[in-house]
């Protein structure tokens, strides 16, 4: 599936299912709390806390519901990510073109 096809699907299922998006604020909240679940998976998972019985480990489940709520923002703001990712690529190649191979940093172990 495209990313384009994502905003496409998601805003169908809006439409079918969710009778309506949140509003952006909280949508921007909701943003914050998929994060927030994705953070607790991934220090539990790479970090040194352990899991609780019962909670979810799937770091995937979380990134999807990440994405879920990114896609509804950009549907209900105009933003086509497609662009918006492409435009990113250019500005990130631009900028860092040299610096991260020049990083003595990131030569290290």
């Not at 086509?80 to 990083?103: G, P, W």
Request: with cysteine; glycine share 6%; net charge negative.
């Amino acid at each position: 599936m495209t990313i384009q096809e994502a905003q496409e699907r998601v805003d169908q299922w809006i439409k079918s299912y969710g009778v309506r998006y949140f509003n952006e604020l909280t949508n921007m909240a909701c943003l914050t709390e998929e994060v927030g679940e994705l953070a607790r998976v991934m220090a539990r998972r790479y970090g040194e806390q352990s899991f609780k019985e019962g909670e979810n480990q799937d770091p995937a489940e979380e990134m999807a519901d990440v994405l879920w709520v990114l896609i509804c923002l950009a549907n209900q703001t105009g933003v086509d990510l497609t662009k918006a990712l492409e435009a990113s690529f250019e500005k990130k190649t631009h900028r860092d073109r040299d610096r991260h191979h020049n990083n003595v940093k990131l030569k290290q172990g």
